[in-house]
């Protein structure tokens, strides 16, 4: 709609999934359901997928972008890890139901000013029966995967301060409301956590703080954790109310020049970056499915 400057949008995809490579020199494709279970052979998944949006623009000023997603698939596929190896066994789940939305707003420059902010929000429910996997203990209902997140944002602002060499900077903020860590349903399953994981989850009872050295085994009140949201006893549910990582706010800064010594032909651009300014400590995620347990980056120089 050229005259409202409106783009409106929407696809439609039907797709089959294959099954998570094993990582096995020699498999059958069951996964320890067919050692300890009644084995049978993954299905290829059949998925149903759409997206709608629309972009508008508010005359020169700025461009609004949003959209929403659906994936629904037969036959969900996701992998179980054995323990802590390389050794992976995929999984297929009944049916799973993916969705959520993405937006964009983009300021164009003016005056040596220009900002853009991204945002999401995603539902990953799978629910069971399960085929394959270490699933030698169903779980008992629907559940949220470990990339499931309420809602994410990035805030980056930049100002060109001297044209003719192109100097900026630039400050970006991200938020993240914490993705979900569904092995820590309550105070007791951290207690059981080894001494390293208690002090990467920031587990305390009291004034007492785990350490690797010298886990908490018992906690009768006053038990949280900082760097993970640990359902109050009794709330927990594995879609209403899963446990999830803390949220966090990270800041980064950047400073450059694009043309530093005016050049036509050549340019050389030098650039100078602070990520997590603040030094913030936080988990990205913690006993994943996918790749165990990460924390965000320390305060870092970057030339």
Known sequence: MPDSGTVLRASYGRTMETPYNENLLLSSGFGLNGLFGEGQILEPGKRNQGEFGIQQAL?????????????????????????????????????????????????????????????????????????GGLLLEAPPGDFRIDHDQKFNATTNLQYVFSKPIGAWAALAWRYDSG????????????????????????????????????????????????????????????VNNPPRVAPRHLLDLGLGADNLFHGDRTKVKVRFSVINLTNKEALYNFLSTFTGTHFVTPRAYQF
């Open 179 to 238: 993705l979900v860590a569904g092995s820590v349903a309550s105070i007791a399953d951290a207690l059981a956590l080894t001494g390293d994981q208690q002090a990467a989850i920031g587990l305390f009872c009291g004034s007492t703080v785990a350490t690797r050295d010298a886990p908490i085994t018992s906690c009768s009140s006053g038990g949280g954790a900082t760097r993970l949201v640990i359902p109050a006893e009794g709330t927990a549910d594995d």
């Open 59 to 131: 005359g020169r000023v700025a461009v609004l972008d949003f959209g929403y997603f659906i994936k629904r698939t037969t036959n969900g596929y996701d992998f179980n890890v054995l323990f802590g190896t390389p050794i992976v066994f995929p999984v297929a789940w009944d049916h799973s139901k993916i969705d959520g939305f993405t937006g964009r707003i983009n300021v164009v420059e003016h005056g040596g000013f220009s900002a853009f902010v991204v945002m999401a929000h995603t539902n990953a429910i799978f629910s069971p029966p399960g085929v």
